[in-house]
């Protein structure tokens, strides 16, 4: 891959943005976040229309040659662009470049919302505990009012179509063949998994527009515990708002290695504030379905991990330590939600 | 004798993060402590690795051959038949997902089978894969 450098990223955006003028890049680092994209963040120092000096804080992302999820750039980019202005907090967007060839691989520019945390461990250290109760309701409230936007006032064109009848089978066929796809060795609790949730699928009392990936870890919060932007958008489809409920309560992500989910709040609290922040019920039988989907789905992905190595497709150290880390407890995720922990 | 594999990699990782982490920032610091983390696992299955492969093998080709004997299935027969000569973690852990194929195709018919031996067998595969999570356990694992 080639190196990203201030001179390369100078050169590309004069060409793009040829109203910014005196381009300079300032600050680049890589940011250690998410295991699926390479993430950069920098500072566009540019003169504007009227001669003055002028800084735009930037991030940038870029699709790796092998990664663990299938995504790329253009449908975050396009994920982020459909929710923006809809009353979920989340960075603008600045540029797409779908065109590997100037930096290796497809890029996206993104607002840099600067000044605020997103590590789900510093949620739990001492000095953060008395917090916790306000961070959970502003993650489950807003998760709450995803699910509440109408997917018809959405541009929802760059995800697969969903009905609310269809939603969980064709989700469970996609991480099945996702799993297939990334082959690792047989999976006796993930295909038992699979079994039981192909005997039968929940109605979605509404599609919205799915996250994908809303936990702890993927969203902004200030020093007060407010919930500042939801990050991370590439597994954003169309689908049961459900989904992102269960998906935020799966075991592998208890941070504090007890019973609150995301690290956060327990199960019956999670559900509680989401449900009065989205107006919808979250049916017992239906969540636990996608709890256990969500097991499927996120056994995919740490196998996807462990293939990225296996098949020589690359050697990043976060694919290997997640395959190491989440499985075995993926497993007994699934175990414990088929009643047979 | 020299130092063990649990010994050196448990230093490693202390070191890694406790010495070398401090002085790293942003995307280092997080490969780094990474590392760390991976080293302390290595450290941790290391010395049993072997030994709980063996007993695993050993438990799925007895469920295996109980499978063949529910079903009438020479072909689980089979693939309950052989030993753990080769030691290599890589040869054992071969023939434990060689195990774990049978086991996930017996486990679907099981669950199609009516009586109670069949009842019986699923529940004795579903102890084995609980004490199987529970052997592989992680020690710095969420859940």
């Known amino acids: ?341 | 004798m020299k130092p063990g594999v649990e010994q050196v990699a448990g230093e490693l990782a202390r070191r890694l993060r406790e010495e070398i982490l401090p002085e790293l920032t942003g995307f280092r610091a997080n490969v780094a402590a990474m590392g760390a983390e991976l080293m302390t696992m290595i450290a941790e299955q290391w010395d049993s690795a072997a030994a709980n492969l063996v007993s695993e093998n050993r438990e799925f080709r007895g469920i295996v051959q109980r499978g063949s004997e529910l079903l009438g299935d020479e072909a689980l027969a089979a693939a309950a038949a052989g030993t753990d000569e080769d030691l290599r973690i890589s040869a054992l852990t071969a023939e434990n997902d060689r195990l774990r194929a049978a086991l996930t195709g017996l486990h679907a018919r099981v669950e199609d089978t009516e009586g109670e031996a069949a009842r019986a067998l699923d529940t004795a595969i579903w102890a084995a894969l609980r004490r199987s999570v529970e052997v592989r356990r992680v020690g710095s694992a969420n859940f």
């Open chain 1, 1 to 341: 891959m080639k190196d990203i450098t201030a001179e390369l990223l100078a050169d590309y955006l004069a060409g793009k943005m040829p109203e910014l003028r005196d381009i300079r890049i300032e600050g680049l680092a890589r940011l250690p976040m998410g295991a699926s994209r390479e993430t950069f963040r920098f500072d566009l120092v540019h003169t504007n229309a009227a001669g003055m000096p002028e800084t735009i804080k930037v991030i940038l992302r870029r699709d790796p040659p092998a990664s663990n999820v299938d995504s790329d750039r253009a449908h975050e980019f396009a994920a982020y662009q459909a929710i923006y202005g809809h009353g979920i907090p989340v960075p603008r967007m600045l540029l797409l470049e779908t065109d590997p060839a100037p930096f290796d691989g497809s890029i996206s520019l993104a607002e840099d919302i600067r000044g605020f945390h997103n590590s789900e461990y510093q949620l739990q250290t001492p000095e953060w505990a008395g917090r916790l109760p306000h961070v959970a309701r502003e993650m489950w409230s807003t998760m709450g009012r995803l699910a509440a936007v109408p997917v018809e006032k959405l541009d929802l064109s760059f995800t697969r179509p969903a009905t609310r009848e269809n939603t969980a089978a064709q989700e469970l066929a996609y991480w099945t063949a996702y799993l297939d796809r990334h082959d690792i060795g047989a999976e006796p609790i993930i295909r038992a998994a699979i079994r039981r949730l192909e005997r039968w699928q929940p109605v979605a009392e509404k599609l919205a527009l799915v996250h994908g990936d809303f936990r702890a870890g993927n969203f902004l919060y200030d020093d007060e515990g407010n919930l500042r932007a939801v990050l991370d958008w590439e597994m954003a489809h169309c689908g049961d708002p459900l989904e992102d409920l269960a998906w935020s309560m799966t075991r592998t992500f208890s941070f504090g290695k007890n019973d609150k989910r995301s690290g956060l709040a327990t199960h019956e609290e999670a559900v509680r504030i989401w449900e009065e922040a989205s107006g919808l019920t979250a049916d017992p039988p239906a969540l636990a379905w996608w709890e256990l989907f969500n097991c499927v789905k996120a056994q995919g992905i740490w196998n996807a991990c462990a293939h990225v190595w296996m098949t020589g497709a690359g050697n990043e150290i976060i694919h290997a330590y997640a395959a190491w880390w989440l499985r075995n407890a993926q497993d007994k995720a699934a175990l414990e939600l088929m009643g047979h922990l």
